[in-house]
């Protein structure tokens, strides 16, 4: 077999440039003849596997062999650019004065801190009056430092339900490592000290919520038999405070084949009302309405529909055309109706926004009864209210807010039944810094735009940058949007960082990135952002056009976007890098062996990359809805094609590829990052991996070691393509 290269400039003496920038065969000059790699698994032969050891997460000769590859990484690309990048990005993530976003429970705002002093982070609280000041004062409720060296645990936060009636008591979600299975702990808010003998769960996916100081509805994995194949809670049990949770009633429960269950408290309701949610699977799920005892109703929607209510006013957003009543609503419209007498039967619905070509629905939330909706228009934010009425329902536009760049808004209350019309706006562009505001809605009109709660420092120098909006042709002919930011002019062989993600319906936005900007921007590099099919950026149209057997068409497009960077003279294959994380990363991976000749370094974080065993994986079986099922003929023919451990060959012209993964990732399995690795090392190319151990489905467990394994990636990619920008 042939090992992992010990120099990454041993890329560029196994190959020869062509013309146009891309790459020949990367096979090592003097290699073996091919008959002895080791080309397994194949798409012809896909559980021959001889990797499936790497599976073993914490297993004895896996975690040697991640060492050992993660301390070769680390020799190759963890010099002395690497350190001063990660000590560049540590001192912007830890900068104190930074946008501390807040959530507003009763009279306090709550926010959670990590900064050089306090790595793991600070729980902290303040009122909105010292919030206003330009150096409000905190008053700390829980030091996750202390807490983790006292329990000797590695704890991270992630996040915390306060009791809504007295807001005394407080269950905080601790997760080790940051995986995504939690351990809940009771939090007395006056003593600050944990409750012993309180609400406290040990390690399980699922969560809580309220239903008075001494009861919860507890969904959660906890327990044998109570966890669906996916890994996630498949009963809503009754916890009375004293009582084993173990042994709590169970009130609605579900097959273990679905994706999971949960529950909550309905408060805006005049009577105690709670809703059940069955979710079936990604994009399909059942809703009823019941009480203590359990879910008395079946709500008549259709199962991938979106919906939210508030006291008697329900607003669905249907996936699909739904005909009702006589009459047809479209996709992705959204339409309202009173409750009470839609659960009586009636269908005739206010139609409140309908979608076009490339105007989509983004968001809808209830503020004081007020219904506030965020739609694109060809990318352009915004935003509109609507207040429901006996007759009919009234619209205002909220024109105030910003139009352009990526603008978030919601309630400043985190429980719907206490919002009295304060909202938080976040406005970025690529080379402006959040902004954050406070608007009321109930002023007339709405507060000026030019009311700035905090506003973020600019982290980088982006004085001779510009951003400029583009779209590629892809295979079928559609157009592909892209967003370009860097130097106004250029000489053609411009350091490009091109990412996408592509799934789930998730819309990209053109975000201010400080590593990307600190590390590539700053120092005369291109950033692409390519708003590709899968994502939710044109809504429904756009997000099927990209899932199941539209993947593929989906990473078409990525390829498109970068070809187009070399159509239109910003630069050469050679010189572009792209990176992806977890379904981003199998567009990574399917770059590497279907797209090779249009770059010239790939960094694939977190992915799924093995399609024939994801739904064996952890979570892997609840994003059937988005890929397919391997297990079935008919979908495992188009996986197949979008497999690329499986496609993975020799004598192909990959470029460098760098794969990182977490180890402490419950969600996707660290085993599709690691036998990439190990086979596309068999087969002779310059593939790279990295693997810290802690830090769940994302890039650390604090603000030094984001910045490292940023850093890594991103001095690995300049390497590749040839450019030592210092």
């Known amino acids: 077999m042939i090992t992992l290269f010990e120099h990454a400039g041993a890329a560029a003496n196994t190959e020869r440039s062509r013309a146009d920038g891309s790459h020949c065969a990367v096979i090592p000059l003097g290699c073996p003849d091919m008959s002895e790699f080791d080309f397994r698994p194949t798409v012809n032969a896909p559980d021959d596997d001889p990797h499936l050891w790497l599976e073993d997460v914490g297993g004895e000769r896996a975690l040697a062999w991640t060492a050992g590859q993660s301390a070769k990484t680390l020799k190759h690309f963890g010099g002395a650019q690497f350190e001063r990048d990660r000590a560049a990005l540590t001192a912007i993530f830890d900068r104190p004065d930074r946008l501390p976003l807040v959530t507003r429970r009763g009279q306090y705002l709550y926010n959670f801190w990590q900064d050089a002093g306090n790595p793991r982070g600070l729980w902290r609280r303040t009122t909105l009056a010292v919030y206003m000041k330009a150096d409000p004062r905190w008053e700390l409720l829980l030091d996750l430092d202390a807490l983790a060296a006292s329990d000797g645990e590695d704890w991270i936060w992630s996040g915390a339900s306060i009791e809504p009636e007295r807001r005394e008591r407080a269950v905080l979600r601790l997760s080790r490592g940051g995986s995504d299975a939690v351990v809940h702990r009771e939090f007395d808010l006056s003593s600050l000290s944990f409750v012993a003998d309180g609400f406290n769960l040990p390690e399980a996916k699922g969560d809580i919520d309220w239903l008075d100081p001494n009861t919860l509805l507890l969904s959660s994995a906890l327990g044998d038999g109570m966890a669906t194949r996916c890994g996630y809670a498949r009963t809503v049990r009754l916890w009375k405070r004293g009582a084993d949770p173990l042994t709590a009633p169970v009130i609605f429960e579900t097959g273990s084949e679905t994706l999971g269950v949960s529950g909550h408290l309905d408060r805006t309701a005049e009577s105690e009302r709670l809703w059940f949610v069955e979710q079936l699977a990604w994009l399909e799920k059942i809703v009823r309405i019941g009480d203590r005892s359990g879910p008395k109703i079946e709500i008549d929607l259709p199962q991938g529909a979106r919906w939210d209510n508030f006291g008697d006013w329900l607003a669905i957003k249907p996936r699909k055309a739904w005909t009702v009543a006589g009459t047809t609503y479209c996709a992705d419209a959204l339409i309202g109706i009173s409750l009470a007498s839609f659960l009586a039967g009636e269908r005739r619905f206010s139609t409140l926004f309908e979608p076009a070509e490339r105007r989509c629905l983004q968001s809808f939330f209830w503020n004081e009864g007020k219904l506030i909706i965020g739609y694109l228009a060809n990318l352009a934010p915004r935003f509109e209210v609507f207040t429901p009425g006996p007759q009919e329902w009234t619209r205002r536009a909220l024109d105030t807010l910003p139009a352009q760049g990526a603008v978030h808004l919601w309630s400043l209350d985190a429980e719907d039944h206490e919002t009295n019309g304060e909202v938080l706006v976040c406005a970025q562009d690529p080379i402006t810094p959040p902004q954050l505001f406070l608007f009321d809605l109930n002023s007339a009109p709405p507060l ?231 086979k596309l090392q068999a087969l002779g190319y310059p593939a790279y991996f990295y693997e810290p151990s802690a830090g769940g489905h994302s890039y650390a467990k604090d603000n030094r070691e984001q910045a490292a394994f940023i850093s890594l990636g991103t001095n690995f990619l300049r390497s590749a393509i040839g450019w030592h920008a210092c």
């Open 448 to 678: 000026s735009a030019s009311v700035i709660l905090k506003r973020s420092p600019e982290t980088f120098d982006a004085s001779e940058l510009v951003v400029t909006r583009h779209e590629a042709v892809s295979v079928d002919h559609e157009m592909i949007p892209y967003t370009q930011v860097g130097p106004a002019n250029g000489n053609g062989d411009a350091p490009v960082h091109l990412s996408a993600y592509g799934g789930f319906g998730i819309s990209l936005l053109p975000y201010y990135y400080s590593s990307l900007g600190k590390l590539w921007l700053e120092r005369g590099g291109t950033c692409v952002v390519a708003n590709i099919r899968g994502g939710g950026e044109f809504g429904t149209r756009w997000h099927d056009a990209g899932r199941r057997e539209g993947k593929r068409l989906a990473h078409n497009d990525f390829a498109a976007v970068a070809a187009d960077l070399v159509r239109r003279g910003i630069t050469l294959p050679r010189r572009i890098a792209a990176e992806g994380g977890s379904n981003g990363g199998l567009l990574i991976a399917n770059m590497l062996t279907r797209y090779p000749e249009h770059f010239g370094a790939l960094f694939c974080t977190v992915p799924l990359v093995d399609m024939r065993r994801y739904t064996k994986l952890l979570a892997g079986a609840s994003w059937i809805d988005e890929y397919g099922d391997p297990d079935k003929a008919d979908d495992w023919a188009f996986l197949r094609e979008i497999s690329a451990y499986h496609a993975a060959s020799p004598g192909q012209p990959y470029p460098p590829i760098l794969l990182a993964t977490m180890r402490r990732d419950d969600r996707v399995h660290p085993g599709h990052a690691r036998k990439m690795a190990a």
